[in-house]
């Protein structure tokens, strides 16, 4: 039995020749005193005034990758 690949168990980004290589972009929102920030794939992405500002541009980033055929995850703190 041949062993398997790392990419077969975490695919990379951007490498080539992977055989899963639709990774998900990963937001991230949390809140910080009087407002809330948003990382995107562990980067700082941007700091809103309020959770529903911050969802919304989160859910309209997400609708663009997936009309491009990727894949996104949301996650809140």
Same mark, same amino acid.
């Given at each position: 039995?041949?062993? =398997?690949?790392?990419?077969?168990? @975490?695919?990379?980004?951007?490498? +080539?020749?992977?055989?899963?290589?639709?990774?998900?972009?990963?937001?991230?929102? =949390?809140?910080?005193?009087?407002? @809330?920030?948003?990382?995107?794939? +562990?980067?700082?992405?941007?700091?809103?005034?309020?959770?529903?500002?911050?969802?919304?541009c989160v859910r309209d980033a997400m609708q663009q990758i997936f009309c491009g055929g990727g894949s996104?995850?949301?996650?809140?703190?």
């Open positions: 039995m041949p062993s =398997a690949k790392w990419d077969d168990i @975490w695919p990379t980004h951007a490498e +080539t020749d992977l055989v899963y290589e639709n990774v998900p972009v990963r937001f991230h929102i =949390a809140a910080r005193g009087q407002s @809330w920030e948003v990382f995107r794939d +562990t980067c700082f992405w941007g700091i809103f005034r309020s959770r529903t500002e911050a969802q919304e996104a995850q949301v996650r809140f703190a």
